[in-house]
């Protein structure tokens, strides 16, 4: 190869490597940039969802705050499903015992 071939050769991989790490640079500055974005989303919401919980429920300084309270629907505690479900499994197992003596079939 003549010299200013070489030359130009090492020149465009030169290039082409500055393009490579100019477009890395540009992608990693702007996964930064969304971070940032979103951290400071989450910190704002999070401030904001303390403030809601510091703040005085209305019915705390009325007069109908027995009423409100038995307006609302009063969900089950974690545990009541599973004994529920617990006893509901149990019941039909006995049930089940007695109807297998009734159906053998005896020689």
């Known amino acids: ?32 940039r969304e971070e940032e974005v979103y951290h400071e989303a989450e910190l704002k919401a999070m401030d ?11 019915c705390d300084s009325c007069a109908c705050a027995e009423e409100c309270a038995a307006a609302e629907p009063s969900y ?14 149990a019941a039909p197992a006995e049930d089940e015992d007695e109807d297998d003596d009734e159906h053998t079939i005896e020689d």
């Open 1 to 32: 190869m003549k010299n200013s071939t070489k030359w130009k050769v090492g020149l465009l991989l030169t290039s082409l490597a500055c393009a490579a790490g100019a477009t890395a640079a540009l992608v990693l500055l702007q996964k930064k």
């Open 48 to 58: 904001e969802l303390e403030e809601m919980m510091r703040e005085e429920s209305d």
């Open 76 to 89: 089950p505690q974690p545990d009541e499903p599973a004994e529920a479900a617990a006893e509901a499994a």
